[in-house]
């Protein structure tokens, strides 16, 4: 079983939808999450980061932790095709950047 | 402000040949790592230079040698390449310590045949 496992997709929606990414984990040792997009022929990028359980919200994009659940998700709320990339998220520890665990990514397009 | 760049971008090795992929960052960066993608695996660390002058192996090292040239640099050697090597390398920098932003480049798409 993997650490962390991430629903491969494709995803597909239309303009202005509401997505919701998931990742669940198995390592309750976990503290800090990320969300990074993926652009394709392109290096990953953070989106979002999250320290322990609870909401935060940057402009359309939500990040929510459950760690009672070891369960993590990223919400964006009216999507746009300016949005359609692969999503990875990753946790780690202690947040330092050597120890990071990816999951494998969400293929997501949004169609105009 | 150029960030992480790699070089090559595009890479075709025959097995048993060597290559180098480079790795250059310009954030003063403390940390720098090497990353492999593979389809439904994620990223997977392959070595990581926490300070200049020290290397780590990560989850998987095998069959690849790296050199932290310098503060800038970071290099990872294929000594005898193998289609199990076939893959997009991803170079990474960030400060030294806890709660840092990883940096990614753009990438070195590797096929070995």
């Known amino acids: 079983q993997k650490e962390v496992e991430q629903d491969p997709g494709p995803l597909s929606v239309p303009e202005g939808a509401i997505v919701s990414l998931n990742c669940t984990y198995s390592n309750s040792a976990f503290q800090y999450f990320m969300w990074y997009r993926q652009y394709s022929r392109k290096g990953p990028e953070l989106l979002m980061y999250t320290y322990s359980s609870g909401n935060k919200e940057d402009g359309r994009f939500t990040a929510q932790v459950d760690k009672s659940s070891k369960y993590i998700s990223l919400f964006i709320r009216d999507s746009q095709p300016s949005d359609s990339a692969t999503y990875l998220c990753a946790m780690s520890l202690s947040g330092s950047a050597r120890q990071l665990t990816f999951g494998s990514g969400t293929q997501l397009t949004v169609l105009p | 402000n150029a960030g992480v760049t790699q070089t090559p971008k595009f890479q075709v090795l025959k097995t048993g040949q060597s290559m180098t992929l480079q790795c250059a960052q310009d954030m003063n960066h403390n940390s720098m790592y090497w990353y492999r993608q593979d389809p439904g695996m994620g990223l997977r660390l392959i070595y990581y230079?926490?300070?200049?002058?020290?290397?780590d192996k990560g989850e998987v090292p095998n069959g690849y040698n790296v050199s932290r040239l310098n503060k800038r640099e970071f290099s990872l050697r294929l000594e005898s390449a193998a289609p199990s090597q076939t893959s997009v390398y991803f170079c990474?920098?960030?400060?030294?310590?806890?709660?840092?932003?990883?940096?990614f480049g753009q990438g070195t798409r590797l096929t070995v045949v």
């Open positions: 990474a920098s960030s400060w030294l310590g806890e709660n840092t932003e990883a940096f």
């Open positions: 230079s926490a300070s200049e002058g020290t290397t």
